[in-house]
């Protein structure tokens, strides 16, 4: 009784000074927004006359968001592009490259193929090719856009590391791909289709070097994120072998956030899909230090289409032990309806960051359940 007396004692300041920081945070927040126009509503049907509005002509926005930025935004900002994609078949695709100065740029790939053999490149940093004004490159990984927010290019010619599904076996193989990738939502932007509450609580809970002085631009520069959920089809083809078709279900994420602002990032991705309801979702959890703490964002597309952003987030995920090569995982996240999650999670793979943020990632596949269907996914943290 005395001891909980105390705790309550102390704990009142620490819980006001939480719901001043709170109510500031949202504040600036909801005036951020007002003032703030959506760089992505773009359309309107009923501007008859209007080609542009009435999705005939590609905006112009569009073709500069989607295209390779220009060496003065590199100088302290990212300027990256990722695609995956996953099917029933525990199959899975995912491939990133992210520029940098002087020409050099970071390529990840990790394709894994129904028989168990996943392939990664054996070196990440390369040089972009001279681009069009609309291809990211590195070494031998290409990607440019067909149609900007629409279809997208994905081609690969070259060495790859082989790795058994029992992972004792390595070698060094030809791998060629070529994958198209369509858009089948709208486009999620992370600095504006935000949950208010939620993003105020997280800044809320994290130290401030201002006081009173809500570090609201620092948020809105390290989430400059947008995503779309879509279709990669394409042919793999190992060592000359006959092409190996895919279908996968998936999105691109195009990241253009300040360097300086993700600087002592953690964070937590899950990205997952059910190929037999359409349910797709991006799901992060988030921490910079002076910013946020244990910030959700993402989104859900549900089976009906409709995109919505997540709002509560909570992810739990069982240390892995040396005798076990896959651990367990589970997932709460409510967009207004409640969801849950659980599945396996195999040994990560692990991937060096070297442009747009510096440090390491781990990568792993991931099955899991969510109301009675199997889904298939990544889960990215670092």
């Not at 500031?24 to 703030?36: D, E, G, N, T, W």
């Not at 995920?317 to 709460?332: L, Q």
């Not at 207004?336 to 793979?349: A, N, T």
């Not at 442009?355 to 269907?373: A, M």
Request: hydrophobic fraction near 40%.
């Amino acid at each position: 009784m005395v001891l909980s007396s105390i705790i309550t004692f102390f704990s009142a300041p620490l819980e006001f000074i939480y719901w001043i920081k709170w109510i500031l945070a949202y504040a600036a927040l909801r005036i951020y927004s007002f003032f703030q126009k959506g760089r992505f509503d773009l359309y309107d049907i009923h501007a008859l006359g209007d080609p542009v509005k009435l999705g005939y002509v590609v905006p112009q926005i569009e073709k500069e968001l989607e295209s390779p930025f220009p060496e003065s935004h590199l100088q302290d900002s990212a300027d990256e592009v990722l695609f995956y994609g996953v099917n029933s078949k525990s199959e899975c695709l995912l491939v990133r490259i992210a520029r940098g100065l002087n020409q050099v740029a970071d390529a990840w790939i990790y394709l894994k193929l129904a028989n168990g053999k996943t392939y990664n490149l054996t070196e990440t940093m390369g040089y972009q090719q001279t681009s069009d004004g609309r291809t990211f490159s590195s070494g031998k990984l290409q990607m440019h856009y067909l149609s900007p927010m629409r279809r997208w290019r994905i081609f690969f010619c070259g060495m790859l590391r082989e790795t058994s599904d029992n992972k004792a076996d390595e070698e060094v193989v030809f791998v060629k791909f070529v994958f198209l990738w369509k858009a089948s939502s709208d486009v999620y932007d992370f600095t504006m289709d935000t949950n208010p509450e939620g993003f105020a609580s997280a800044i809320a809970r994290a130290e401030w070097k201002v006081p009173f002085l809500p570090p609201v631009q620092k948020l809105t520069g390290a989430l400059n994120l947008y995503a779309q959920t879509g279709v990669v089809t394409g042919t793999v083809s190992v060592n000359d072998e006959s092409d190996y078709e895919l279908y996968l279900f998936g999105e691109k994420i195009r990241s253009l956030g300040k360097s300086s602002n993700i600087v002592g990032c953690q964070f937590t991705n899950v990205l997952g899909s059910i190929p037999s309801s359409g349910l797709s979702f991006q799901l992060t959890n988030v921490s910079a230090p002076y910013s946020f703490k244990n910030l959700p964002f993402g989104f859900v597309v549900e089976t009906d289409g409709n995109l919505e952003p997540l709002k509560e987030l909570d992810i739990n995920i069982e240390p892995f032990s040396g005798k076990k090569s896959r651990g367990s995982f589970n997932v709460n996240f409510s967009t207004g309806e409640h969801y849950e999650l659980s599945g396996r999670i195999e040994e990560p793979i692990v991937f060096y960051s070297g442009q747009g943020w510096s440090g390491y990632l781990d990568l792993s596949f991931i099955e899991f359940k969510v109301k009675n269907r199997k889904g298939y996914g990544l889960i990215l943290s670092g």
